[in-house]
Nanobody, 123 residues
């Protein structure tokens, strides 16, 4: 069983930055593929970024060049550095984990989920 706890959300003006953290329990964190997803009001959940056990990462097109995903296996923590934030980035952000080593873009392939953290970007 893996438990995930997100932190770092908040209210920021357009152009600002936030760093989200996802703390994971369990001794096998380093072998998990981790992902950040978001869901805006009235919209479907979408993947933001994902990172595999070896640090390979992928991003959705709308955040490329602005967001950076990373992980610290020694601390069982994943991060999402978000720069140049835009109002359209406003959403609840969730971290997720899957026990496979390959990245998946589908939330259905992730077994463990955090409770979510709200990110609001004002214009």
């Amino acid at each position: 069983q893996v438990q995930l706890v997100e932190s770092g959300g908040g209210l920021v003006q357009a152009g600002g930055s936030l760093r989200l953290s996802c703390a994971a329990s369990g001794r096998t964190f380093s072998t998990y593929t981790m992902g950040w997803f978001r869901q805006a009001t009235g919209k479907d959940r979408e993947i933001v970024a994902a990172i595999n056990y070896s640090g390979g990462s992928t991003y959705t097109d709308s955040v490329k060049g602005r967001f950076t995903i990373s992980r610290d296996n020694a601390k069982n923590t994943m991060y999402l550095q978000m720069n140049s934030l835009k109002p359209e980035d406003t959403a609840v952000y969730y971290c997720a984990a899957r026990s496979y080593r390959t990245i998946s873009y589908s939330g259905n392939d992730y077994t463990y989920w955090g409770q979510g953290t709200q990110v609001t970007v004002s214009s």
